[in-house]
């Protein structure tokens, strides 16, 4: 599980598409991921419409990037029926990780463009993507092949962690 340590934001990507089954594979990767209860309370939408990607990429001040991707997965959940909705963006936090750092094992770069909590972006989202009542959007995930090389940073600070 070295993306762990490789992963990193990409925000640039070459103009060429992601293969379906690269695609797929994010997916499942993506559903996963434990949640509450086993409620698995998320929907996925697979954008490659290049008006409705320029639209998301207009939906909050930190989406640009999301213009120039071949591909935006937004993460969506839907609190009807889950036995712990409080907990439903817990999950798509833990769904989406696992769809990013897929995306690194696969030769790909993404990035996590949060939308939920702030409901003003989340309704820019979901009018987009035309959500039905219910579905609520969660982040946004530009994919495609990486057009630069990063290095991630070193985050370890041992002076967090405190043992008892």
Request: hydrophobic residues 40%; contains cysteine; aromatic residues 10%.
């Amino acid at each position: 599980m070295n993306e762990i340590f490789t992963r990193v934001s990409t925000r640039k990507f070459e103009d060429r598409p992601v293969e379906p089954e690269k695609i797929t594979q994010l997916l499942r990767a993506a559903m996963q991921a434990p949640s509450a209860g086993n409620q698995q309370p998320w929907e996925f939408y697979v954008v490659t419409d290049k008006d409705k990607i320029k639209a998301l990429s207009q939906s909050n001040p930190y989406a640009g990037c999301a213009a120039g991707a071949p591909v935006v997965i937004v993460s969506c959940y839907k609190v009807e029926g889950a036995r712990f909705p409080e907990y439903c963006e817990i999950d798509l936090s833990i769904a989406t990780e696992n769809l990013w750092l897929e995306a690194a094992s696969l030769g790909l770069g993404a990035v996590w463009i949060g939308t939920a909590p702030l409901k003003e972006r989340m309704e820019k989202v979901e009018a987009v993507l035309g959500n039905p009542d219910g579905v609520h959007a969660f982040a946004l995930v530009p994919v495609g092949y990486p057009a630069e090389t990063k290095e991630q940073q070193d985050r370890f600070d041992e002076s967090r962690i405190h043992y008892l």
